[in-house]
């Protein structure tokens, strides 16, 4: 436990009516924020890399100057540089090289003088750390369309691949969606070794060491057997692929182009994410669609709906996030009761009902081909590409609105087909990737090409949890074989100092938040030693200030254990909610907990949080969702009231 003193500790001072102040300001200003169909949707904030490729993207397809829209994405590319002289890829995070690239890039095209001091002090730290040349393979791609390196420097994955039986070792079906999404319109691009138009014709060779210069090799998740044998394929390769037939390449790029067209996804685009939809878009253009042929200008739209302009400042999105905003805010108020919040989440899951889909088999059906579609996505719309995640949530919240607000049987058949998929996705060591079935061909991660180690889409603590919570809080038993397969794999899971890895938020607080939700909801209570370990855990990392926070940097390959990090609102309200899950409601450290909610909660309303609490790809590529740190603390508060005011220990629900 925290060594802090006794009357700090204590909870009786915690006054239940200021605690409910707090509730209804920050419920009010949630309500204010609802938008007229019923949905909820915050910005989704990654790092530099988006913005910048947003403005090479432009330059690449030689678009018409938007000189305003250059200013305002420049306003916060240079607002965002570190103090190191680069580019983070969270806030306050360390140096990252391509992240740094791409922004000396973008703000070079945009007109910033390289003798500006910003963008001098970007060049020194980008040369010290060994130059463009030592960016990621995503960064050399695009440096290889702008002729800044050669294509030799990139690894060779040939557009034939696409041709490919299933059975493949190394096939696109093996590898998760986003990869999917993002790779094969990048086939074509590698095959045509496209180039950029640049119509300003600006370079950047200022950033490549004239010299190799000596660097220490950063730990790798890869496997050096495997890693050596692809390597030696890839080389092969290189010298193989100039004798590919060409009536072969030829169908293998009809094939992308196919394989592309089905999951345009209209103006929510390919993937419904930036890196699937600009490629699309590029490889459009490298075939010589026109600017108005529709599946183009469609494609292009899509990227442009990902823009948030500000008065004086413009990024671009990775992607959007409303059903899981409007799922967890509908949560939220569910927690929160009375009239206004409940109709309010009533509003919002009558918008996610129709979102479900019904028709489409997408990719997932690969693995799992007599499961029937009942999932929803993370966006506005991406029909090949539901996600556990999503759908988990969707239906507790639906199933906690029909029993609390007495709808009978309006939500019935939705919760039944999402309740099928997910089951239907279950995988083979008991637990849940987030949009694919036994999506473990791990030795993927050593290609070349998966420098970023994130290929493939595995089963993971937080995904798992979150479907355990679901059929849990649907009347699923332990006795159930896949239940019981469910909580083996997480209790497996479990680290030796008794947390949960976190895929998809940072990190080990976001996980354990998960796993002892999904513990309770299976009528695990603080007698289990996974629950014990897992809330003493919490309890022993709290902060001095009674908040809770946890780096980015806790995904790093050398992690040893937790490290001290500042306290965010959304962290704190996770601790809160596994504690509470575990049976420590009257814990001291839970009214701790509460009070540092209370005080930090700001005039309107809501939590001022600068930090990056969502994960994308660990130590790749991290997310700031602004909505978290608006409905995680209300929902903590106001579980915390409800159980008080119920004298009751534990939550009823599977979140």
């Known amino acids: 436990m925290t060594d802090l003193p006794n009357d700090l500790l204590s909870d009786t001072e915690i006054d239940l009516n200021a605690v ?110 060994g130059g463009a040349g030592r960016a990621n393979v995503f960064t050399r791609i695009l440096l290889a369309m702008y002729g800044e390196l050669s294509w030799r420097r990139v690894p060779t994955i040939p557009v034939e691949m696409i041709l490919l039986p299933r059975w493949f070792p190394v096939h696109i079906g093996r590898m998760s969606y986003w990869a999917r999404t993002v790779l094969v319109p990048l086939l074509v691009l590698q095959a045509m070794r496209v180039r950029a138009r640049n119509p300003r014709g600006v370079r950047i060779q200022e950033l490549f060491a004239s010299r190799r210069l000596s660097w220490k090799r950063a730990r790798s998740h890869k496997h050096p057997g495997w890693a050596l044998f692809f390597n030696g394929l890839d080389g092969g390769l290189k010298v193989a692929e100039p004798f590919w037939p060409r009536t072969l390449r030829r169908q293998a790029i009809d094939r992308c182009v196919a394989f592309v067209t089905e999951r345009l996804n209209g103006e929510d685009g390919l993937g419904a994410i930036y890196p699937a939809m600009a ?146 996705l279950q995988s083979g060591d008991g637990g849940w990737g987030a949009f694919d079935a036994d999506n473990t061909h791990f030795y993927l991660n050593n290609i070349p090409f998966a420098d970023h180690g994130a290929l493939l889409d595995p089963p993971t603590a937080d995904v798992s949890a979150r479907c355990v919570s679901m059929l849990a809080q649907l009347g699923e038993t332990r006795e159930n074989p896949r239940m019981r397969a469910a909580l083996d794999y997480l209790e497996r899971e479990q680290e030796p100092d008794g947390s949960w890895f976190g895929r998809w938020g940072v990190n080990y607080i976001y996980g354990t938040w998960s796993a002892l939700c999904a513990l309770n909801a299976a009528g695990l209570d603080g007698t289990a030693p996974s629950v014990r370990r897992a809330a003493d855990w919490l309890i022993g990392i709290q902060n001095p200030d009674g908040g809770w926070g946890e780096d980015c940097q806790s995904y790093k390959l050398d992690y040893r254990g937790y490290e001290p990090a500042p306290s965010t609102a959304s962290q704190t309200a996770w601790a809160l909610l596994g504690l509470m899950a ?73 979140m």
Request: glycine share 8%.
């Open 20 to 129: 409910q102040a707090g509730i209804s300001r920050a419920s009010d200003a949630l309500l204010r924020q609802q938008r007229e169909d019923g949905h909820w949707v915050f910005e989704l904030e990654a790092d530099a890399t988006i913005p910048a490729e947003y403005i090479l993207l432009r330059q690449h397809l030689a678009e018409p100057d938007d000189l305003e829209l250059e200013r305002r994405i420049g306003n916060y590319l240079r607002r965002i540089q570190g103090d190191h002289g680069g580019w983070p890829l969270f806030h306050g995070g360390a140096f990252d090289i391509s992240a740094s690239v791409k922004a000396y890039f973008a703000l070079k095209m945009i007109g910033d003088s390289p003798d500006a001091p910003h963008m001098a002090r970007a060049r020194t730290t980008i040369l010290a750390h």
């Open 279 to 424: 490629n699309a878009v590029m490889m459009y253009d490298a075939l010589g669609y026109p600017e108005d042929h529709p599946d183009r200008a469609i494609a292009r739209q899509s990227v442009e709906k990902l823009l948030v302009i500000r008065e004086d400042e413009a990024y671009c999105q990775p992607c959007v996030s409303p059903v899981w905003d409007t799922a967890l805010t509908a949560h939220a108020m569910l927690e929160v009761g009375g009239e206004a919040a409940e109709a309010a989440a009533a509003r919002g899951l009558e918008w996610l009902k129709p979102l479900q889909e019904l028709e489409v088999k997408g990719d997932w059906a690969e693995v799992r081909p007599h499961v029937r579609p009942g999932g929803w996505a993370f966006q506005y719309r991406n029909a090949h590409y539901p996600d556990l995640d999503d759908t988990a949530v969707v239906v507790m919240a639906m199933d906690r609105a029909r029993g609390q607000m007495s709808l009978d049987s309006r939500y019935d058949e939705a919760i039944a087909r999402g309740t099928e998929w997910t089951v239907g």
């Open 582 to 654: 575990a049976g420590e409601v009257d814990h001291p450290a839970v009214a701790r907990g509460i009070e540092y909610l209370r005080r930090s909660q700001g005039e309107d309303g809501l939590w001022a949080q600068d930090h990056y609490t969502g994960g994308g790809f660990p130590r790749v590529f991290y997310l700031r969702y602004h909505g978290y740190p608006k409905f995680f603390p209300l929902w903590a508060m106001a579980r915390f009231r409800n159980l008080k005011q119920g004298n009751a220990a534990r939550p009823l629900h599977g």
